[in-house]
Nanobody, 128 residues
Framework: EVQLVESGGGLVQPGGSLRLSCAASGFTFDEYAIGWFRQAPGKEREGVSSILNTDGSTYYADSVKGRFTISSDNAKNTVYLQMNSLKPEDTAVYYC?????????????????????WGQGTQVTVSS
């Protein structure tokens, strides 16, 4: 059974940092892409960052470039999202998602519809 479990969310002041974790199980981790998405109240779910565990390629939304860093620990089957210089507009529920990578087949790893498996989400609130 595929499981994705997010952790690390919380309340932080503007300018602060958080590190989210996505612990995966039930599939061959290094054959999958893992994406981080977020959804604020009244807004659509949007892609934040993704990583391909086959070759380490990473992708970022323009709104988080230079502030967020995605990384993967294949030995622990865990993907991290380090979030620095947080802004109130980063407030949302953050989800991680997984999808198998087919080599040579193009996919947009920054859109929710690409992914097959989802975690339950973790709340991030940036407020003074």
């Amino acid at each position: 059974e595929v499981q994705l479990v997010e952790s690390g969310g919380g309340l932080v002041q503007p300018g602060g940092s958080l590190r989210l974790s996505c612990a995966a199980s039930g599939f061959t981790f290094d054959e999958y892409a893992i994406g981080w998405f977020r959804q604020a109240p009244g807004k659509e779910r949007e892609g934040v960052s993704s990583i391909l565990n086959t070759d380490g390629s990473t992708y970022y939304a323009d709104s988080v470039k230079g502030r967020f860093t995605i990384s993967s620990d294949n030995a622990k089957n865990t993907v991290y999202l380090q979030m620095n210089s947080l802004k109130p507009e980063d407030t949302a529920v953050y989800y991680c998602a997984a999808v198998v990578i087919f080599l040579g087949y193009y996919r947009n790893y920054m859109v929710p519809g690409t992914y097959d498996y989802w975690g339950q989400g973790t709340q991030v609130t940036v407020s003074s």
